[in-house]
């Protein structure tokens, strides 16, 4: 047991179970530092954070902390790709080659946009072997790569989870389309405009807010060996995909380096507070200060499934719409038309239609799970909808 945190920020009455929740996270879960925050009918019930964004410091996490948020930024980059289906600008049937025609090499020519989206394009592993971190920073040479590659598998026939390039190529999708980088566009249509703090690609100007990163424990035998499936193996796909490419990716301090920082990757590096996410969410659902990101019409129809089931990368089931991760993915507790996206080590933000929410947590201490979820995101969810329940 460690003693409880200071808490900060605010609780509406009748959701003190996420406070609770989220307290004992820190006494009993191992948490660092963190933050969560609700919206529920288009305002926030539940804003909230505490610990150490940085221990060897002692900085506090504080109102403005931001922390990386791994995969949780597909979420973003889906909210992204979903405004440009919903302008028109992007058919999710039309061939990627119609809008990138490089593209098209290797046998890709006839790879719609909404298998990029729903993990079903055959390419999430890269094959390139000489790539560098310095050319993930410089965005072309990787893109580079992916467009002239043969898929991984014949595309459409399966899904499997497409962990970096998923962000890549919804990224150029995005870049090809309005001529801004994805960080740029999402700056410019989602942040702006929803007045939220979430980059891709940050700034060296803002790295004294950004929590450092703590990787996993792997004092825990079957941890050690999830962490050697999933990043060492690279005999394996999993491990060529969540390693690669070219074996450069580990989850350690790599992370808190100024170029992982600043670079841009859609599918894992954008940096933001719980806030942000729940107010972004909120904001697919409803008017949050006069700004709607998503049509009722296009949430729908980017909720559609697209694939599920055992997913041939991960080995467990997922299930995915036009880039959102859907439920059950989320576990047990959260709603039945729940969508948005979980991050590597913990942090998960998404939307529930059924009941107007938007749920973010976010966290600066990678856990590595062998159980189906992150306990500590799982409680403040269970927490989140015993409140709901309460409070109808």
């Known amino acids: 047991m460690s003693a409880a945190p200071e808490l900060h920020g605010t609780v509406t009455p009748g959701f003190e179970r996420v406070g609770d929740a989220f307290v004992a996270n820190f006494t009993?879960?191992?948490?660092?530092?963190?933050?969560?925050?609700?919206?529920?009918?288009?305002?926030?019930?539940?804003?909230?954070?505490?610990?150490?964004?940085?221990?060897?410091?002692?900085?506090?996490?504080?109102?403005?902390?931001?922390?990386?948020?791994?995969?949780?930024?597909?979420?973003?980059?889906?909210?992204?790709?979903?405004?440009?289906?919903?302008?028109?600008?992007?058919?999710?049937?039309?061939?990627?080659?119609?809008?990138?025609?490089?593209?098209?090499?290797?046998?890709?020519?006839?790879?719609?946009?909404?298998?990029?989206?729903?993990?079903?394009?055959?390419?999430?592993?890269?094959?390139?072997?000489?790539?560098?971190?310095?050319?993930?920073?410089?965005?072309?040479?990787?893109?580079?790569?992916?467009?002239?590659?043969?898929?991984?598998?014949?595309?459409?026939?399966?899904?499997?989870?497409?962990?970096?390039?998923?962000?890549?190529?919804?990224?150029?999708?995005?870049?090809?389309?309005?001529?801004?980088?994805?960080?740029?566009?999402?700056?410019?249509?989602?942040a702006g405009p929803l007045s939220i703090d979430f980059l891709i690609g940050v700034p060296a100007a803002e790295d004294h807010r950004v929590a450092t990163l703590y990787p996993p424990h792997y004092d825990d035998p079957a941890v050690e060996r999830l962490a050697d499936e999933i990043l060492r193996d690279t005999s394996t796909m999993l491990g060529r995909v969540m390693s690669g490419p070219a074996g450069l990716f580990r989850y350690d301090d790599m992370w808190n380096t100024r170029r992982m920082r600043g670079a841009q990757m859609p599918s894992s590096n954008g940096h933001g507070d719980a806030r942000a996410l729940a107010r972004m969410y909120a904001a697919c659902l409803g008017e949050i200060d006069g700004v709607r990101l998503l049509a009722l019409e296009t949430v729908a129809a980017a909720t559609e499934v697209r694939s599920s089931g055992t997913d041939c990368v991960i080995g467990q089931p997922l299930t995915f719409g036009l880039g959102f991760a859907l439920a059950p993915t989320f576990g047990p507790y959260a709603g039945a038309r729940a969508f948005g996206h979980s991050g590597a080590g913990g942090s998960t933000a998404f939307a529930d239609p059924e009941c107007d929410l938007g749920f973010a947590y976010v966290m600066n201490h990678m856990q590595l799970s062998v159980s189906e979820g992150d306990p500590r995101g799982q409680a403040l969810v269970a927490a989140t909808y015993a409140s709901l329940a309460d409070n109808p």
């Open 28 to 190: 009993e879960r191992g948490e660092i530092g963190a933050a969560c925050c609700v919206f529920r009918r288009g305002e926030p019930v539940v804003d909230i954070w505490a610990g150490d964004a940085d221990r060897a410091t002692s900085r506090p996490w504080t109102r403005d902390t931001i922390v990386i948020v791994f995969s949780c930024t597909k979420g973003v980059t889906a909210v992204a790709a979903n405004q440009l289906i919903e302008e028109g600008r992007l058919d999710p049937d039309a061939p990627v080659a119609e809008y990138w025609p490089e593209f098209a090499a290797a046998g890709k020519s006839t790879i719609p946009v909404a298998w990029v989206l729903s993990h079903r394009a055959g390419l999430a592993a890269i094959d390139a072997t000489d790539l560098t971190l310095d050319d993930i920073a410089a965005w072309d040479p990787v893109i580079d790569a992916i467009a002239a590659q043969e898929p991984n598998w014949e595309p459409g026939t399966k899904h499997g989870y497409h962990a970096r390039t998923y962000g890549w190529m919804t990224g150029e999708l995005i870049r090809r389309v309005t001529g801004l980088m994805p960080g740029e566009y999402v700056a410019e249509h989602i």
